[in-house]
């Protein structure tokens, strides 16, 4: 776990969009859905960018029987929530690690804005991208990415696995 909060800390600072990286977007988003992609930080974008990639790898391999362009569009989009407080660098250490040593009281406890948006970002995610999408399977992926209770849906299960892994 630590590893991996080291890692991702390690990719926001570094975090570039890329030419291909740009294709890769505009081959899978729509224009509205671009749109509202851009106003992700950069750092969320990157992060976007590579749970996609991950998915592409992983359904080209293994799954043919999952949607993959509505995976695509999920992976991209899930923390599309996020643009309505952009955490920084710092301010997403500061939230993580006040999140696991307070053991998720923050949550409770917590009236600033940034980080409620980092608590909700999947429901209002879903409820910004509801003003411009009518897929509700794309709703539901998007509102549940965060969501562990809800088992047996692979499409779901892939997301979740490649956005920890970003
Ligand atoms: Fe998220
Ligand atoms: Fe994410």
New binding site residues.
């Given amino acids: 776990m630590v590893f991996y909060r080291m890692k991702q800390f390690y990719w926001a600072i570094i975090a570039k969009i890329n030419k291909d990286d740009v294709d890769f977007i505009k081959y899978i988003l729509n224009i509205k859905e671009l749109k509202l992609f851009n106003k992700l930080s950069v750092q969320?974008q990157k992060?976007?960018v590579k749970?996609a990639y991950d998915v592409q790898n992983i359904c080209n391999n293994k799954y043919k029987a999952v949607n993959i362009n509505l995976l695509l569009k999920g992976a991209l989009l899930?923390?599309i929530g996020k643009i309505y407080g952009r955490l920084n660098i710092i301010d997403k250490s500061i939230v993580v690690l006040g999140d696991k040593f307070s053991r998720g009281r923050l949550k409770k406890f917590s009236t600033n804005k940034k980080i409620n948006v980092y608590y909700n970002h999947a429901k209002l995610g879903k409820k910004l991208l509801g003003k411009i999408e009518k897929d509700d399977r794309l709703l539901y992926l998007v509102e549940n990415?965060h969501n562990e209770k809800i088992i047996d849906d692979l499409e779901l299960d892939i997301l979740r696995y490649c956005?920890k892994r970003?």
Wanted: proline share 0%.
């Fill in positions: 969320e992060h976007s749970v899930h923390d990415h956005d970003n």
